[in-house]
């Protein structure tokens, strides 16, 4: 259980990353306006998201759902990583040196 506990945590802080760059954008209404003057949204990181509905520059629903699952992953697997490098530098420091 020890050991499964900070992914947890990992998974949980990208989860509430990648929840939170929609309501953050929407909440300051930060949007561009296209040629044909409709409201466009763009969120998400590295994975880009427009949500215009009537708009052809919107983001189709599947490839919401790809692109979301894809920020995800990208910061569950930075996350992963910095905890297993800080258990390798933790491990070595705490090695004795031979004299």
């Known amino acids: 259980m020890k050991r499964i506990v900070p992914y947890l945590v990992i998974a949980l ?6 929840t939170a760059q929609p309501l953050i954008v929407y909440s300051r ?5 296209t040629a044909d003057n409709h409201k ?3 969120y998400g990181f590295p994975f ?5 509905p009537p708009s052809p520059v919107h983001t189709s ?4 759902r790809l692109r979301l699952v894809g920020n995800f992953a990208v910061f569950f697997f930075c996350g ?3 905890i297993r490098l ?3 530098t933790r491990a070595h420091g705490m ?5």
């Open 95 to 99: 090695q004795p040196e031979a004299a």
């Open 61 to 64: 629903a599947s490839q919401v």
């Open 80 to 82: 992963v990583f910095l």
């Open 29 to 33: 209404d930060d949007f561009t306006i």
């Open 48 to 52: 880009r998201i427009r949500d215009c």
């Open 13 to 18: 802080i990208a989860g509430s990353i990648v």
């Open 40 to 42: 466009v949204f763009t």
């Open 86 to 88: 800080f258990r390798v």
